[in-house]
């Protein structure tokens, strides 16, 4: 009977040991998970303000964008009539109307005569910097007394910046 006690006895000890063992091991493995979870948090954190950053430079990147492309075109309107003014045909033409328009410009002025008007025309087509030139009309206009002057209407487009030559 003692024997049986003992090995009961030795038993329960080793049961005792091997729980004890088991319980740290859990209590380990259970701090090792709350570390894990704590870094996951924390890495959560910095992701986020990652993602906020790149949201921010988005906007900024837009924002540009937006600049170079009104950078880009606020000396169009100032090009275009320079354009216009250097092509004409000095003391036979007058130009009294200048429009633009998502790149097709109107132009409407008085010459001489039609062959100033023609010869404007010309100067234009071989500017390069437009295309698709029409003359929508061309109008007595008798304003001035003792002049036959015509007054005129012009259409083009503005040519693809590839096409142009500076």
């Known amino acids: ?14 049961a005792a040991w ?19 979870k704590a870094q996951v948090e924390k890495y959560n954190k910095i992701n986020q303000e990652i993602a906020d950053i790149k949201k921010k430079l988005d906007v900024l990147n837009k924002k540009i964008e937006v600049i170079k492309s009104l950078d880009l075109t606020r000396k169009a309107p100032v090009e275009l ?3 216009m003014s250097r092509l004409a045909i000095e003391k036979r033409m007058w130009l009294t ?3 633009e328009k998502s790149g097709n410009v109107k132009v409407v002025g008085i010459a001489l005569d039609n062959p100033t008007i023609a010869e404007y025309m010309t100067r234009i087509e071989s500017s390069q910097k437009y295309v698709d030139v029409k003359l929508l009309s061309i109008n007595q206009d008798a304003s001035v007394k003792g002049l036959q002057l015509k007054r005129f209407d ?3 487009r ?3 910046l590839d096409k142009q030559t500076k």
Request: proline share 2%; charged share 20%; net charge neutral.
């Open 1 to 14: 009977m003692s024997i049986f006690l003992l090995s009961l006895v030795l038993v329960v000890i080793v």
């Open 18 to 36: 091997f729980n004890h063992l088991l319980s740290g091991k859990i209590k380990t493995l259970d701090k090792q998970i709350a570390e894990t």
């Open 81 to 83: 009539l320079d354009d």
């Open 97 to 99: 109307g200048l429009e």
């Open 154 to 156: 012009i259409r083009f």
């Open 158 to 160: 503005k040519a693809p």
